[in-house]
Each structure stands twice: as C-alpha cells, then as structure tokens.
C-alpha cells in the first residue's frame, strides 16, 4: 500500500481513468455536504489566490485495474467517489461557465485537460467512469449532451442533477472569478492518494473507510462483498442480471429479505447479524451460484410482499389475506412452499392449503390469546422438519407439524371466541376488523361486498354508556360494559361509526337498516340488547368462526393405528351404504364413487383441489383406477398416503371423518 499527499491537479490531468466499481453505491451527496465544500471554495478564493496553502478535502484510495490491450490507464476507486465525482462536476459547471462567458481558453483547458482524455474515443474518453445507475447523467455533463447549464429544476434531491444545480445556482451568485475558482480547485484542493498493492484485499480496506461519506446500510456491505468475489469480466452481467432486479423490487426491504433468505433451511437469523452470516456462505467460487439462487428467491419474496404480483388468483387472495395478519415470521417458509411450487413439488391448490393452514393456525392463536413471540422459534422449526422427514407431502408435514405447536383445537378456539376481549390496543383493532370481514364473506354474498378503509369496526352497546344505555342495561350495567364492552358479540361493521356513535339501541338498529352486510341484518328484529342478547349473538358468531377457519390438525399417527399396514379392509361404511373392499385402493375408489354418485359437487370441488391425481387419459399414470364418473384416479400409493388422501378428501368437501368407517379382516 503507497500513501501519498497531492493536488487536484496531479491526481487527475494524465492520460488515465478512475472507475467507480458496481459494487459501490450511486452518488448520494446532498446539500450538507455541498455546502461544506462550497464554503471552503469560497474562503480560499478570498485570500492570495496564487499563494495558497494546500486544503485537505480528504482521501481517496484505489487499486489498479486489470487492463485491456491498448486501452488508458484504470484505477478502481475502492473509496472517495463522493468527494471525486463533487470535483469534477464542479470543474465541469466551471467550464460550462467559461463557455458562457467567452472564454475559450480557459473552456478548453478544463475540458481537455482535466474532464477527458482529449485523444481516446469510447468510455476511454473519460477520466472517471461512475457506477452504471449515474453513468449516463455524468457523461451527458461532460460531453455537454444534455445543455444542463440552461437547465433550472434537478431531477431529484440526491443525484448528480441536483449537484450541478446546487452549484450552477451558486456560480450565478458569487462574484468570484471563474479562473480563481479553476485554481483554487485544482492547485489548491489537496487529498491522500492511497494505492492498492496487487496482494492487498481491497474489500477489507473499503469495509473499514467511509468515514468522510455516507456511512454504509448493511445492504451496501452484502453487494460490496458480492461483487468484490465476481470477476471484473463478469461484474456488468451478474450486476444487472442478478443483484440490479433484486434491489429494484425490493428496495429498503432488500436487507431484510436477505435475513430471510439465510434463514430457509431452518435457524435464527438475528438483525444485526446478516452481514457475518453471508460471509460464512459466499466465496470465491460460489458467489455468482448464490447470487443467481438469492435472485430467484427474491421474486417469491416480492410476491409475499406484493400479492399483486401473483398472477394465480387463490394465491393472490391467501397473501393478501395474511399480508393483513403481519405474518414476517413466517416468510422463510414460504419461500421454501413458493420454491415448491415454482418446481412442480406442489400444485397450485395444495399452496393455497398451505396459505389457509397458516391462517387458521394464526387466527386461532391470535383468539386464544397465545404470545406471538414464540413465532420465530415456531416456523423455523417446522422448515426443519421439512427438510428431515421429506417422505411426507408438504402439505401434511406442515399440518402435522403446527398442530403440535399451540395449534387451539375446536373447543378451545370457540369458548374464547365467544369470551375473549377481542377489541383493544396494538394490531387488535386490525384483526377484530379482519376477522368480523371474512364472517361477512362467509355468507356467500351473490355480490361482492367491498369491506374498505371507510368500514370500521362499531360498538353495538357504546364505549362510554349514556343515561339511556345505563337503563336500558339495567342495575349490573357496569359489570356488563365492563365484561362485554369489546366482546365479539358486541361488535360489528358499519361506515356509519360517526353516526352511530352512542345513540339508544333502537336508533341504531334504524341506522343499519342501511346497511348491505350480512352482519347488521341480524339485528333488524331486535329490540334490546343485554348480556343475554350479546352472548346469543356471540356463539352464533363463534360457529361461523368455527367453518372460516377450520381445525386442519389431525393424528394421522393414530388414525393409521386403527389400520395396521398387516390387516386389509373387507367394508367399508359410508353415506349410508357398506361397499365390500380387499385393499386400501378397493377403499379409496368406492368413496371417491360414492362422493360423484350421491355428491357430485363435492366431487368437482376435489378435482379442483387435486387435479394432479385425476385424469380423463388413463396413460396419465403408472397405477389407475377407473371410477364410475369415467375419471382414472391415481393409485399408485402406499397405504399411509391412501389413507392420508382420503382424509384429505374429507376435510376438502366438509364431511366428517367419523362418517367414514373401514372394517378390516381379524
């Protein structure tokens, strides 16, 4: 490493180029330090002009970079493009100046001597060659493409434009001599060169500098250390192809994506911990591999984040619906059921099981009011169990798996449904809404019912109780506003919360005459409303809850120990019929017959769910059965995942298991 002191001047009037590396951020000096700089300018250019004493402004540090045959000298400049790229738009404005003013000399002294190389054609052209993102604004500068100085607005805040502007408008200000600014600049100006020997990790001396820039986001340090392990041949490429769309999508989330990503194949990755954690993964020889496959899991990502962005439409609506539960945690495994089904391992309907699997788990945990800090450790868990037990479907091993992990069954989930404070503080207000939104749904409107930003959640029985409420309640009306006041029974959806607002019961009743939901026509026929009606209305409430967001959880281990893989049926019972069987295929072809005899549309609701395992075309299988509907059924199957299936077919179409009775041989 050669550390020296030098003028302005020396570091950039030879015939060379300073490059800005991909992995750099873009230019992001603003007016803070714009001001700084001018001020020094300024004051320097208000003394002896010609005597000046050399003015610190910093250090730059670079590296030599690989070269092509007959092209300029090249530096990588590791650290001070802030400082550098300032510099030159200055010298840059100070020509443009010139020009203005007639001054021809003094236009082409700049220009040749000190922005291009005057004699190399191309991006050789140029003595400092930005990051791709300012390339083109910077160039237009400089070659003059853009008639920037007529220019009077910047495109933004923090960019080059602006910098030219902020110091155009500057320039038209001062009354300082455009030569005395030229000088000052470049003779004046004084900065540390440091230089890179070939065996120095230049990415070590980046990580450690910075200190006179804007200080580095955790996601600079994940792209720095990409790009300083992908070839100077191919960093364009992989910039472009793989890190550019990811940064694009995802912006300020892209850190936390990465955080995700680290965390797909199970384990806990802490905030501040994303940085080391990659650098454990990524090197030399797999950075590009990892970068391609963190590129594609981005795009999973940004559907997570954007479910408008998924084109299939149940997808669509199952992550809009746990967008709206803030469900973070369970991103990582998601990503793993999205790769899933990007791969063909799982067919569009078993991914929207999986979306409604996660939604019952949390809206039955958010009920019975069990802490979500357990989430991270939970949903890190069941990704390993993924991955160790892939003998199972994944779609059964997730169910299996959160059912053990404080996953409230019926009971359990109906009592506090119809018990619980479900109104308070903190995401409270946003999942009462939620869940009163999708009992309304649940009425099978023949018209959507638009549940928008205007529909709040209303209080039948009002917050702060009038004369006419306290009487209408009765002696105990303390207790009851105290123990019902945010009760699910309580509660209810309107637009017209304003109006609403404390009026006598009957009044309200008139208001949601108004109304279109399904929710507020139960109240048409009422004429009070007490702890009796409240807790009616709330077990009413409770078993509409209980069809929304149904128990997915079974023991699959204890129903297959009622038929031991040594036993094979002889009947089975169901819809009031008995079917004589000799195996386990003989079983799931006379339910599947039964169900498109006596429930054919139960039947299409499981094509829908399971096309894979249905065709018209018997060739479409190494194993089928013929059913009666003239569909082949695959079954080629052991007799866990014939059993599993048929279970699977049950809790799709409604019925109960129970109704469903195999006999076997003794």
């Known amino acids: 490493m050669q550390a020296n002191e030098m003028k302005i001047q020396k570091l950039i009037e030879s015939t060379q180029?300073?490059?800005?590396?991909?992995?750099?951020?873009?230019?992001?000096?603003?007016?803070?330090?714009?001001?700084?700089?001018?001020?020094?300018?300024?004051?320097?250019?208000?003394?002896?002009?010609?005597?000046?004493?050399?003015?610190?402004?910093?250090?730059?540090?670079?590296?030599?970079?690989?070269?092509?045959?007959?092209?300029v000298t090249k530096y990588l400049l590791i650290d001070g493009q802030q400082r550098l790229t300032t510099i030159f738009i200055l010298l840059t404005l100070l020509r443009d100046k010139a020009r203005a003013e007639k001054n021809m000399k003094l236009e082409a002294e700049i220009h040749e001597r000190f922005l291009v190389n005057k004699f190399q054609e191309g991006l050789d052209h140029f003595k400092l060659l930005p990051t791709q993102v300012d390339r083109e604004a910077f160039m237009n500068y400089i070659t003059?493409?853009?008639?920037?100085?007529?220019?009077?607005?910047?495109?933004?805040?923090?960019?080059?434009?602006?910098?030219?502007?902020?110091?155009?408008?500057?320039?038209?200000?001062?009354?300082?001599a455009t030569d005395a600014?030229?000088?000052?600049?470049?003779?004046?100006?004084?900065?540390?060169?440091?230089?890179?020997?070939?065996?120095?990790?230049?990415?070590?001396?980046?990580?450690?500098?910075?200190?006179?820039?804007?200080?580095?986001?955790?996601?600079?340090?994940?792209?720095?250390?990409?790009?300083?392990?992908?070839?100077?041949?191919?960093?364009?490429?992989?910039?472009h192809k793989y890190w550019?769309?990811?940064?694009?999508?995802?912006?300020?989330?892209?850190?936390?994506?990465?955080?995700?990503?680290?965390?797909?194949?199970?384990?806990?990755?802490?905030?501040?911990?994303?940085?080391?954690?990659?650098?454990?993964?990524?090197?030399?020889?797999?950075?590009?591999?990892?970068?391609k496959k963190l590129n594609q899991f981005s795009f999973f990502y940004d559907k997570l984040l954007h479910p408008n962005k998924e084109t299939h439409l149940k997808i669509r609506d199952c992550l809009w619906r746990l967008n709206k539960l803030e469900v973070t945690t369970a991103y990582p495994l998601l990503m793993n059921c999205y790769d899933a089904y990007s791969l063909g391992k799982l067919d569009a309907n078993e991914f929207v099981m999986i979306l409604q699997y996660l939604e019952s788990y949390l809206i039955r945990r958010f009920v019975c009011t069990i802490p979500t800090n357990q989430l991270n450790k939970i949903f890190p868990l069941v990704i390993v169990h993924l991955i160790s037990k892939q003998h199972l479907e994944l779609v059964e091993q997730i169910a299996l798996t959160l059912q053990t992990k404080g996953y409230p069954k019926d009971v359990e989930f109906k009592n506090k449904f119809m018990e619980v404070k479900m109104y308070g503080s903190g995401d409270r207000v946003a999942k009462t809404k939620f869940i009163l939104a999708n009992i309304e749904a649940n009425f099978y409107h023949k018209e959507m019912i638009d549940i928008n930003e205007k529909v709040t959640v209303e209080h039948i029985m009002p917050q702060v109780l009038t004369e006419w409420w306290k009487a209408h309640l009765?002696?105990?009306?303390?207790?009851?506003?105290?123990?019902?006041?945010?009760?699910?029974?309580?509660?209810?959806?309107?637009?017209?919360?304003?109006?609403?607002?404390?009026?006598?019961?009957?009044?309200?009743?008139?208001?949601?005459?108004?109304?279109?939901?399904?929710?507020?026509?139960?109240?048409?026929?009422?004429?009070?409303?007490?702890?009796?009606?409240?807790?009616?209305?709330?077990?009413?409430?409770?078993?509409?809850?209980?069809?929304?967001?149904?128990?997915?959880?079974k023991d699959y281990s204890t129903q297959i120990s009622r038929s031991p893989r040594n036993k094979t049926p002889k009947e089975l019972w169901f819809l009031g019929e008995v079917f004589q069987v000799n195996s386990w295929r003989d079983v799931l072809v006379e339910t599947l017959n039964a169900i498109s005899v006596h429930l054919p549309e139960k039947f299409d609701l499981i094509i829908a769910y399971y096309p894979r395992y249905f065709s018209k075309d018997k060739y479409a299988f190494r194993d089928f059965r013929l059913l009666k509907n003239h569909y082949y059924v695959d079954s080629n199957f052991s007799i866990q995942r014939l059993q599993q299936f048929c279970e699977r077919i049950f809790d799709t179409i409604g019925l109960k298991l129970e109704d469903w009775k195999v006999i076997l041989n003794s």
């Open 17 to 71: 180029q300073y490059q800005i590396p991909l992995f750099q951020r873009s230019y992001s000096w603003t007016k803070k330090e714009w001001d700084v700089l001018w001020k020094d300018l300024e004051e320097m250019c208000e003394s002896d002009v010609e005597n000046q004493r050399p003015h610190f402004i910093g250090s730059i540090v670079s590296v030599p970079a690989v070269l092509s045959p007959g092209s």
């Open 244 to 291: 550019q769309p990811m940064q694009d999508a995802l912006g300020e989330r892209l850190t936390e994506f990465i955080r995700h990503y680290l965390m797909v194949e199970g384990g806990i990755i802490k905030q501040n911990d994303v940085y080391y954690e990659l650098k454990k993964q990524v090197t030399d020889n797999n950075s590009i591999i990892y970068l």
């Open 181 to 239: 600014l030229k000088t000052v600049i470049v003779n004046a100006f004084s900065l540390v060169s440091i230089m890179l020997e070939s065996h120095d990790n230049p990415y070590l001396v980046f990580e450690s500098l910075n200190a006179k820039g804007k200080p580095l986001s955790e996601s600079d340090l994940i792209r720095n250390y990409f790009f300083m392990r992908v070839t100077a041949d191919k960093q364009v490429e992989v910039y």
């Open 144 to 176: 003059d493409t853009a008639n920037a100085y007529e220019i009077t607005q910047p495109i933004s805040e923090q960019s080059i434009q602006a910098a030219y502007h902020f110091f155009k408008v500057k320039l038209k200000q001062t009354s300082i």
């Open 474 to 553: 009765g002696s105990d009306w303390a207790n009851i506003h105290e123990n019902y006041i945010h009760n699910i029974g309580n509660l209810t959806l309107s637009a017209y919360n304003s109006e609403l607002s404390n009026n006598a019961f009957n009044d309200k009743v008139e208001s949601l005459k108004n109304s279109h939901l399904e929710l507020n026509k139960y109240f048409n026929n009422l004429s009070t409303w007490d702890e009796v009606a409240i807790k009616t209305r709330a077990r009413l409430l409770a078993d509409k809850a209980l069809s929304v967001w149904k128990y997915f959880g």
